[in-house]
């Protein structure tokens, strides 16, 4: 039905930078919005940053000034640049795809989520 793929997640020093895509595919009636969440151990999930289909953003407060996220409507894929990366960044980053229901509201879709380690 619909599948998201996730890459970019990887091993990096703190201070350096990361670079996370996600493209959807299958049958997609109409995209609502398009973001990234993140879990550590011992965490709940929490949202990272976020993007509608008007271009509107909202980032956690940890991440402002350092994440930007973007999007490319024409291939259904959405970005997450990640610079100046600090060890509490690390985490399992999840894609997340909200879909628009044909009879009202709205589905979730979840990417299987790709691991991003910073070193001190």
């Known amino acids: 039905q619909v599948q998201l793929v996730e890459s970019g997640g990887g091993l990096v020093q703190a201070g350096g930078s990361l670079r996370l895509s996600c493209a959807a595919s299958?049958?997609?009636?109409?995209?609502?919005?398009m973001g990234w969440y993140r879990q550590a151990p011992g965490k709940q999930r929490e949202l990272v940053a976020s993007?509608?289909?008007?271009?509107?953003?909202n980032y956690a407060d940890s991440v402002k000034g350092r994440f930007t996220i973007s999007r490319d409507n024409a291939k259904n894929t959405v970005y997450l640049q990640m610079n100046s990366l600090k060890p509490e960044d690390t985490a399992v980053y999840y894609c997340?795809?909200?879909?628009?229901?044909?009879?009202?509201?709205?589905?979730?879709?979840w990417g299987q989520g790709t691991q991003v380690t910073v070193s001190s």
């Open positions: 993007i509608t289909t008007g271009d509107s953003t």
């Open positions: 997340n795809l909200k879909v628009r229901r044909l009879r009202g509201g709205e589905n979730d879709y």
């Open positions: 299958g049958s997609i009636r109409s995209i609502n919005s």
